[in-house]
């Protein structure tokens, strides 16, 4: 089956730290985005990905660094710089990044940084 | 960039009632998308309406359009427990060359069997 796998399910980090989040899809979509959710809140976008060798900065980059070196992936690093790293990030996919191209999602990734 | 707002935030209905979500957005869309969420997942695709188009139906689920008045609505019909989950509208926000969607903060819709 096609999908986007996010893993891992659950992560924890001190404070300080560093952490990759993966994201690996089998889709061959050329678009990849990161979205990050906080409790009530709506989907910010982080980063995303028109196709390989290529990402351009959200809403709420900052803190954040991504990498598209193979069409399948487009892992997410939190950074230190980042203030307050604790929340559900979300990735997706699309065909591409025009009109009428809905988004497959992946489950998430919950990261706890203490 | 542009956001849906989602109203109400919180709905909480019967089984067999039908469950109705509204979506306002700020600015000319090319199309606006609904999604849904259940608790600790990823978002489903549910409808893309154009903005050409005023009404689109897929299976329970009954979304319309009102470009004069920048708004959709997402109608469940006879809501199901299985129904419970949060709603977002997408609109397609036009940055450096492609259309990004980007979200309204949801409809926490429960549905009590």
């Known amino acids: 089956d096609g999908g986007i796998t996010q893993s891992p399910k659950y992560l924890f980090r001190k404070e300080g730290q560093n952490v990759t989040l993966s994201c690996e899809q089998n889709?061959?979509?050329?678009?990849m985005y990161w979205y990050r959710q906080d409790p009530g809140q709506g989907l910010r976008l982080i980063y995303y990905?028109?196709?390989?060798?290529?990402?351009q900065k959200g809403d709420i980059a900052e803190g954040y660094s991504v990498s598209r070196e193979k069409k399948e992936s487009f892992p997410l690093t939190v950074t230190s710089a980042q203030k307050n790293p604790t929340a559900f990030y979300l990735c997706?996919?699309?065909?591409?990044?025009?009109?009428?191209?809905?988004?497959?999602f992946g489950n998430g990734t919950r990261l706890t940084v203490t | 960039s542009q956001q849906g707002e989602e109203d109400p935030q919180a709905l909480s209905i019967q089984e067999g009632e039908n469950a109705t979500m509204n979506c306002s957005y700020k600015?000319?869309?090319?199309?606006l998308q609904w999604y849904r969420q259940n608790s600790g997942r990823g978002l489903v695709h549910l409808i893309l309406?154009?903005?050409?188009?005023r009404e689109k139906h897929s299976g329970r689920l009954r979304v319309t359009l009102d470009t004069s008045k920048k708004s959709s609505s997402l109608l469940i019909t006879a809501s199901r427990a299985a129904d419970t989950a949060s709603y977002f509208c997408?609109?397609?926000?036009?940055?450096?060359?492609?259309?990004?969607?980007?979200f309204g903060r949801g409809t926490s819709l429960i549905v009590h069997p």
């Open positions: 997408a609109t397609d926000d036009w940055e450096g060359g492609s259309y990004i969607p980007t």
């Open positions: 990905s028109q196709i390989v060798n290529d990402f």
């Open positions: 600015t000319s869309i090319n199309n």
């Open positions: 997706a996919s699309s065909p591409h990044t025009g009109e009428n191209s809905p988004l497959h």
């Open positions: 889709l061959n979509h050329d678009a």
């Open positions: 309406i154009r903005s050409n188009e």
